[in-house]
């Protein structure tokens, strides 16, 4: 496949692209295009001979969308297509190959490592780059809050095991006399 730049008004998109994206999500692929272009030369938009889209169709969609007006396209041909393993051991059809690329193109083999994740990474740049990660919301405070930091007061307690019933009693009373607020347990 050869990588050529390509007028984003000459690329269609793939009316059967199973993938879609929402809102937030949307404006952060803008972001990053808007703040990383090279990515799309790093992944360029891969389209058929047609012109129409394989992979890539949401960041055709955000280029687009932020006015970009040429993008790198790869364009798998046929030509492309008889020199895969596809052809060669599987006996796919070109037709077949477009369709396992809009898929393949999509899939995420591999998961994250939310420990490195989390312990070496920037959560609030994750989250820009457009990984979904926990952020704290620190203007949100529930509507039956109240702060009682300020009335809470230590409290201290001690355990004393007894072997009678009388040494109970006299203990209770000595501590009671001593100002010390007591009651009784029993196991």
Request: with cysteine.
């Amino acid at each position: 496949m050869n990588i050529s730049s390509i007028k984003i008004s000459q690329i269609k998109s793939n009316p059967n692209n199973p993938r879609v994206i929402k809102d937030k999500k949307f404006e952060k692929l803008c972001q990053s295009i808007r703040e990383l272009p090279q990515m799309l030369n790093i992944r360029p938009i891969i389209v058929n001979q047609d012109m129409v889209i394989l992979g890539g169709n949401m960041r055709y969609k955000a280029a687009k969308h932020i006015g970009m007006r040429i993008l790198p396209v790869a364009i798998y041909t046929e030509q492309d297509h008889l020199e895969t393993d596809s052809y060669k051991k599987y006996n796919k059809t070109y037709e077949q190959s477009c369709q396992e690329i809009v898929i393949k193109d999509n899939v995420s083999f591999g998961e994250w490592d939310w420990d490195i994740l989390g312990n070496e990474w920037d959560n609030s740049n994750l989250g820009d780059w457009g990984l979904d990660v926990w952020q704290p919301d620190e203007e949100y405070v529930p509507k039956d809050f109240k702060d009682i930091s300020d009335k809470i007061t230590d409290v201290f307690k001690i355990e004393i095991e007894l072997d009678t019933e009388n040494e109970l009693e006299m203990m209770y009373n000595e501590l009671t006399k001593t100002g010390y607020k007591c009651r009784i347990l029993t196991f």
